[in-house]
C-alpha cells in the first residue's frame, strides 16, 4: 500500500455505515478490515443473518471481525497486529473504549450526521426533522470516551430546498451519510499528513437525541398539522408512523400532507392489507 492510502479500519453496523462505505469507495478509499455487530437472526425464520456491513466487506473480499465485546481478547490481539494510520467510525452503536482509540497512530475519526455540538446521540437525522431543521449537516470527529464529544475536524452544511422538506426520513440519512462519506475521503488522507487540525466543540450549545420508540411515531390526526407530517415523513422506517382506528387496529401512513391548514393523509397500509391510497382505504371503511 502506497503512501497516498491510507491504512485504515472501519467500524460499523447498519444500512448508514455502507452509505458512508459506498461514498469512500467511489473515492478510491477502502478499509483494509471491517469491525460490525455479530450476526443476527432475522426474518420469519429467524436465520442468522450478517450486518448490511459485513454483507458489503464479504462482496469485496474484506477482512471482517465481528466480537460480541470489544474486551474480547483475540480481538484486541488481531486489531493490534498492523500499524494502522486511523480508524473510522460511522455507526457502530457501542462505545470504543481508549485503548482502541489510541491504537492508531492518528486516532479515531467518526462520521456524525449533524452539526456538532448540536444533535448528538443516536438519531440525529430524524430529530433534525421532528425539529424542522432545514439547515443541518454532517460533522468528522475525533472519538473520545465520551459519545459525540470529541474535538470537530470538518465540517460540511446540508440544506435542502424547501419544495424538498420535509423529507421522508430514510432518504435523509442516505443523504448525510453519503455527505458525511465525501467529507471523510477527502479530510482523512490530510488527518493522517498533520494538515488538519481539531476544534474542541463548545459544550454549552450542546443538544442530545435519544432512540425512538413506536409510541413516537403515533400520529394524532386532530394534532398540530405541521408537527404530524413531520414525523410522519421521519418515521417511515422503523418505527413507521401510524394511527389506530377505534376498534385498535394499527394503520401505517406512507405519505401525506397539508391541505388548507390540515393534514392530508394520501397513502396507508392497513393491518394485514397492502398499501393503497386514503381515498381507497375510506372507501373499505364504509
Not at 42 to 67: H, M, Q
Not at 117 to 125: D, H, N, T, V
Not at 156 to 171: D, I
Not at 176 to 183: K, P, V
Request: proline share 7%; charged share 25%.
Amino acid at each position: 500500500m502506497s503512501a497516498q492510502e491510507p491504512l485504515f479500519a472501519f467500524f460499523g453496523t447498519p444500512r448508514f455505515a455502507v452509505q458512508v462505505l459506498d461514498a469512500l469507495e467511489a473515492n478510491g478509499l477502502v478499509p483494509a478490515l471491517v469491525v460490525t455487530a455479530p450476526d443476527k437472526p432475522r426474518g420469519r425464520g429467524l436465520e442468522l443473518s450478517p450486518s448490511p456491513v459485513k454483507e458489503w466487506a464479504l462482496e469485496r473480499d474484506i477482512d471482517v471481525l465481528t466480537p460480541a465485546t470489544l474486551k474480547d481478547e483475540n480481538f484486541l490481539a488481531e486489531l493490534g497486529n498492523t500499524e494502522w494510520d486511523v480508524f473510522t467510525v460511522a455507526a457502530y452503536a457501542k462505545l470504543i473504549p481508549k485503548n482502541i482509540l489510541e491504537l492508531p497512530r492518528r486516532g479515531c475519526l467518526n462520521v456524525h450526521p449533524s452539526l456538532l455540538p448540536k444533535f448528538r446521540g443516536p438519531s440525529p437525522a430524524l430529530s433534525a426533522i421532528l425539529a424542522d431543521e432545514r439547515v443541518t449537516g454532517v460533522s468528522l470527529m475525533e472519538m473520545s470516551e465520551t459519545m459525540d464529544a470529541g474535538p470537530v475536524v470538518a465540517q460540511a452544511r446540508v440544506e435542502l430546498e424547501e419544495s424538498e422538506w420535509p423529507p421522508k426520513g430514510s432518504l435523509f440519512e442516505e443523504l448525510l451519510a453519503t455527505e458525511g462519506g465525501n467529507l471523510l475521503a477527502e479530510t482523512m488522507p490530510l488527518w493522517i499528513a498533520g494538515e488538519v487540525t481539531a476544534e474542541v466543540q463548545d459544550e454549552s450549545n450542546a443538544s442530545f437525541t435519544r432512540k425512538f420508540t413506536d409510541e413516537d411515531a403515533l400520529i394524532n390526526l386532530l394534532g398540530d398539522a405541521r408537527a404530524e407530517l413531520l414525523k410522519i415523513r421521519a418515521f417511515d422506517k422503523g418505527p413507521r408512523a401510524y394511527f389506530k382506528t377505534q376498534d385498535g387496529k394499527r394503520v401505517i401512513i406512507t405519505d401525506a400532507g397539508i391541505e388548507n391548514g390540515a393534514l392530508k393523509l394520501l397513502r396507508v397500509i392497513p393491518e394485514g392489507k397492502k398499501e393503497m391510497s386514503f381515498e381507497e382505504y375510506s372507501h373499505i371503511k364504509k
